[in-house]
């Protein structure tokens, strides 16, 4: 007689792939082309685990760059939390573009009224 492990066991054992699947895998994202991106938040949101920002930054291209921030609760205990980004602000970030996304990037940091937050 075949036994099957009890469902906790399994859900132990599949829990942190799920979890990975539905993150951004940093091999998406090009390390050796860092930069800082200067513009106005243009709206925000959550996809989950990250925050979001749909970013202006006038004179780039392309001008709209939607940029992956960390999630609002390790921005929140480094002490930026959701509130302040709000869109019409002026924001700098710090970002690695993605390899196969010509608009988007993930954010290391965070510069908003002079204050920089590390994110990751």
Not at 39 to 54: A, C, F, L, N
Not at 55 to 72: D, K, Q
Not at 78 to 83: A, I, Q, Y
Request: proline share 9%; charged share 20%; glycine share 6%.
């Amino acid at each position: 007689m075949r036994r099957f492990p009890p469902p906790v066991v399994l859900l132990l054992v599949l829990l942190p792939g799920l979890a990975l699947a539905a993150s951004h895998p940093w091999s998406d994202y090009d390390d050796t082309r860092g930069t800082w991106l200067k513009g106005t938040i243009r709206s925000t949101s959550y996809d989950r685990p990250h925050q979001v920002i749909e970013l202006e930054v006038p004179g780039a291209e392309p001008r709209t760059w939607t940029v992956i921030l960390a999630s609002p609760s390790r921005m929140a205990s480094r002490g930026l939390h959701v509130s302040a980004q709000t869109a019409g602000l002026t924001v700098k970030v710090y970002v690695y573009p993605a390899i196969d996304v010509p608009d988007e990037a993930r954010a290391l940091r965070i510069s908003i009224g002079g204050n920089v937050t590390e994110l990751w």
